[in-house]
């Protein structure tokens, strides 16, 4: 299968780059797939699961939290808020993270910031467990 080069970095510094057959994930419009020859693109991504499919036929699967995906001239770009592969997703972080969250939301009377900052916290803490099945 046909190989483009891709990088993905999030704010802390480059996370890969290689050539791969297949970059997959979340934006902002729904899940996305980028192959070989995709057309000059940009979108910004949402938070959802993320994989990778390396040149030997590799999986890799990461979660992927907001950030802006670039196809320029057939190279593929990702700049991530947040990308975590799944070996370094710590579930049981996530297992506190998500139970806190939905303590904060069932105890009620927040502010709409506090509404909107524990639902973020339980997406992010539901995708990384996703990740992590
Ligand atoms: P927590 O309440 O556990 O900090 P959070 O969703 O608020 O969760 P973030 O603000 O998204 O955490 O992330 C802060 C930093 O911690 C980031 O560098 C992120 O990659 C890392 N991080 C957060 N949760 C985990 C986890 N479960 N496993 C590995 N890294 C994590």
């Known amino acids: ?22 970059v997959v994930c979340r934006s902002i419009s729904g899940d996305l797939a980028v192959l070989a020859g995709h057309c000059n693109f940009c979108t910004a991504l949402g938070m959802g699961e993320a994989h990778i499919v390396l040149e030997d036929g590799t999986r890799r699967e990461a ?3 907001g950030g802006m995906l670039s196809v320029i001239n057939g190279e593929c770009d990702v700049l991530a808020t947040t990308w975590e592969w799944k070996e370094d997703i710590d579930a049981e972080r996530a297992s506190a993270a998500k ?15 506090e509404y909107k900052i524990a639902e973020a916290k339980l997406q992010r803490a539901l ?6 099945e």
């Open 1 to 22: 299968m046909r190989t483009f080069p891709l990088r993905i970095g999030t704010p802390d510094g480059l996370l890969f780059k290689g050539e791969v057959e297949r």
């Open 63 to 65: 979660a992927c939290i």
């Open 99 to 113: 139970e806190r969250a939905e303590k904060m939301l069932a105890k009620g009377g927040l502010t709409d910031k």
């Open 127 to 132: 995708v990384r467990l996703s990740v992590k």
